[in-house]
């Protein structure tokens, strides 16, 4: 298979980059040719992509950058335009998953869920719509989860959050359109990473945590159709690498479900 190169000359922000999913896309991105800044609050997290970068680690940038804090998330955005010398495309893949009975879930649990998946999204695409506005064929791919649309037992922040991220993603398409900036959704489901199996790097990457007595029947309808078992990171990596192309140039306002058929 010829390697693409549909990156060449475009400029990436990716958050949660240090590890799982969003690791996974910053190397996609930088395998095609791209020029990447990874930002992540775990600093060992980032070290860890740029160890896996390798050749191409020469045309990456990490940034320390908590997506929950205004400050933050302003100081970073504002680094990264610099380092790259504009933008072109955001993915906001950094969040967290907390997972508890309701009537057992605290208001800061659930709230900090909110704060992360949520507002840190907001936040990240307030502060980089000035440069994408700028930028060339702009594209903006946002994380929101299968969970969103189907039910997942003791998830209810998690659920809450990713829901508001797809409302948000068809009401910022629609006010971007004519404007020339797409915004677009991926729906992850059965994928092994960070954030599924607790073993991120990424404090924005904490695994689900299920209750001790959890009741296994629930799951029953959340096991992946095709393979054997959850798929790895880089699966959903290609399909954000994809929307955010110019393979993409026509996708604008939608979410794409990638959780090897999980919920026909």
């Not at 680690?57 to 790259?84: C, F, K, Q």
Request: charged residues 20%; negative net charge.
């Amino acid at each position: 298979m010829n390697q693409l190169t549909r990156y060449e000359g475009r400029r990436a922000l990716i958050t949660g980059g240090g590890s799982g999913i969003g690791q996974a896309t910053v190397l996609r991105m930088l395998a095609e040719g791209g020029r990447v800044v990874a930002a992540d609050i775990s600093e060992d997290g980032l070290k860890d992509t740029v160890a896996k970068a390798g050749d191409t680690a020469d045309r990456l940038t990490t940034l320390v950058v908590n997506i929950a804090d205004e400050a933050s998330v302003r100081a970073g955005v504002a680094a990264a335009v610099e380092a790259l010398g504009g933008l072109d495309v955001l993915v906001n893949a950094a969040g967290i998953l907390r997972s508890s009975h309701t009537h057992e879930t605290s208001l800061d649990s659930f709230e900090q869920v909110i704060r992360v998946n949520l507002t840190g999204t907001f936040l990240m695409i307030r502060e980089a719509l000035p440069a994408l506005l700028e930028g060339d064929d702009a594209a903006v791919v946002n994380f929101s989860s299968t969970s969103a649309m189907f039910a997942h037992p003791y998830m209810a922040a998690y659920a809450a959050s990713k829901g508001g991220i797809q409302s948000m993603t068809h009401a910022l398409a629609s006010e971007y359109a004519k404007q020339g900036v797409r915004f677009t959704a991926v729906q992850p489901g059965s994928i092994s990473s960070g954030m599924t199996d607790g073993s991120g790097a990424s404090k924005q990457s904490t695994g689900p945590g299920l209750p001790e007595d959890t009741d296994w029947s629930l799951f029953g309808k959340l096991a992946p159709a095709l393979g054997q078992g959850f798929a790895g990171p880089e699966t959903v990596a290609g399909v954000v690498a994809m929307l955010a192309s110019e393979d993409g140039k026509f996708i604008t306002g939608t979410e794409v479900r990638i959780d090897g058929g999980t919920h026909f």
